[in-house]
Nanobody, 127 residues
Framework: QVQLVESGGGSVQAGGSLRLSCAAS????????MAWFRQAPGKRREGVAA????????YYADSVKGRFTISQDNAKNTLYLQMNSLKPEDTAMYYC????????????????????WGQGTQVTVSS
């Protein structure tokens, strides 16, 4: 059973930075797609960034390119999302996700039927 536990969310002013962490356990495959999604109230879930556990970064949403960086520490089984130059529109619940493959449909990162999800961590950016 895959378990994903996010931390690091909080409130920050526009232009500030936050680093999210996701402690992962329970997956047995040698290569897994780890990703960050977010969902703001009243909006659909959005894929933010994805990386394979082998280290190949596969995806950034256009809205975060150049500002967010996804990375991982395999020794600690931890996924990170460094978020810089935060904007009010980045306000959302951020979810860590794991799946066998990263699924990109029409240019958008999507969750699949085998995607495992964390409980989420709230990020609030004020103007």
């Amino acid at each position: 059973q895959v378990q994903l536990v996010e931390s690091g969310g909080g409130s920050v002013q526009a232009g500030g930075s936050l680093r999210l962490s996701c402690a992962a356990s329970g997956y047995t495959y040698s290569s897994v797609c780890m990703a960050w999604f977010r969902q703001a109230p009243g909006k659909r879930r959005e894929g933010v960034a994805a990386i394979y556990t082998g280290g190949s970064v596969t995806y950034y949403a256009d809205s975060v390119k150049g500002r967010f960086t996804i990375s991982q520490d395999n020794a600690k089984n931890t996924l990170y999302l460094q978020m810089n130059s935060l904007k009010p529109e980045d306000t959302a619940m951020y979810y860590c996700a794991a799946a066998l493959v990263c699924t990109v449909v029409a240019g958008n990162l999507e969750g699949g039927p085998d995607t495992e999800w964390g409980q989420g961590t709230q990020v609030t950016v004020s103007s």
